[in-house]
């Protein structure tokens, strides 16, 4: 059973890249009954922290908190410090999503330091570019060098291509992928557009090879920022549906819900209308294992 619910979080994870955002929360699920089950308290905090980012991804702000918490809680009792970072990145994304940069900087922080217990690559790659989209997203526009936020600029530059960098020697597509998009946006901030086109150039092929329909969607959404930046209204109006059509997944409530919230935005004040998609058929799917996921015994967080 112990290797099922390794199982189960390794495809939880696996479907929430592939955009199955309801397959990949009952994967989870099932692995945190296992579990608690089972009394093991280590890999109950693997299937919460999934759990969380799995909610964190369709905009559940409260239950996403609390599964990260809580498993951030059980790793910090366990001492076991790799974990922990893995956490504290978690919680970055989270914030980043939410729209609150001064919060994910010191996680971000944080996991980069705590990288150094195990030296896995992937943690300093994620950790890097959870640092640098944090402080580019502090600033709306960074066109005049010589500015005081210009060396915060130029650190977050050489975050997000440190992740870049490490990510492509590594082939972990989805950060190469998230760092692409993320200094995409950095360019367009600059006033750059053909610097930025070029980046998300590079996005295309493999986000629709992957499939990374969330990243793409980010991607989609940049790039409907860019043609409006440049005029182009209705490829804006272009690049802002497909980013909804990625970002629908399952349909609602099973949604990548950051990335209808931003193309909902670049619609609405296009005047274009939102796509009709299917809605969420709860019937195509087995029943979604009931947890509770933080229950008042030693590890409950208050959130």
């Known amino acids: 059973m112990e290797d099922t619910s390794i199982g189960l979080g390794n495809l939880s994870d696996a479907l929430r890249l592939a955009g199955q955002l309801r397959g990949a929360e009952a994967a989870t699920c099932r692995a945190l009954v296992i579990t608690r089950e089972q009394d093991d308290h280590f890999r109950e905090a693997i299937s919460l922290y999934?759990?969380?980012?799995a909610r964190a991804v369709r905009g559940i702000a409260p239950e996403s908190?609390?599964?990260?918490?809580?498993?951030?809680?059980m790793f910090v009792v366990q001492s076991h410090t790799q974990a922990e970072g893995h956490v504290n990145s978690h919680l970055a994304q989270r914030a980043l999503w939410l729209g609150d940069p001064a919060t994910a900087r010191p996680l971000a922080d944080r996991a980069w330091e705590?990288?150094?217990?195990?030296?896995?690559?992937?943690?300093?790659?994620?950790?890097?570019?959870?640092?640098?989209?944090a402080i580019l997203k502090t600033f709306e526009v960074v066109r005049t060098s010589g500015s005081p936020e210009t060396s915060k600029v130029s650190y977050a530059d050489?975050?997000?291509?440190?992740?870049?960098?490490?990510?492509?020697?590594?082939?972990l597509v989805e950060e190469e992928l998230a760092a692409l998009i993320a200094l995409a946006e950095l360019r367009r901030r600059q006033g750059n557009l053909p610097a930025a086109r070029e980046l998300l150039n590079d996005v295309w092929e493999s986000a629709e090879r992957g499939p990374y329909p969330l990243l793409a969607a980010d991607a989609?959404?940049?790039?409907?920022?860019?043609?409006?930046?440049?005029?182009?209204?209705a490829a804006a109006i272009e690049a802002a549906t497909q980013a909804y059509r990625l970002a629908w997944c399952d349909g609602e409530p099973f949604a990548y819900h950051w990335?209808?919230?931003?193309?909902?935005?670049?619609?609405r004040e296009l005047g274009?209308?939102?796509?009709?998609?299917?809605?969420?058929?709860e019937s195509k799917f087995e029943p979604m294992p009931e947890v509770e996921i933080n229950p008042h015994d030693e590890f409950y967080v208050q959130v």
């Open 220 to 233: 989609y959404n940049v790039l409907a920022h860019i043609e409006r930046d440049a005029g182009n209204l």
């Open 158 to 171: 050489e975050r997000l291509h440190h992740a870049l960098t490490r990510a492509r020697a590594v082939n």
């Open 259 to 267: 990335g209808l919230v931003a193309a909902r935005a670049h619609l």
């Open 272 to 281: 274009a209308p939102e796509p009709q998609l299917p809605p969420f058929d």
């Open 65 to 73: 908190e609390s599964a990260l918490r809580r498993a951030l809680r």
């Open 50 to 53: 999934w759990l969380g980012l």
């Open 114 to 133: 705590l990288a150094y217990d195990r030296r896995y690559e992937r943690d300093f790659i994620r950790a890097a570019r959870l640092q640098g989209e």
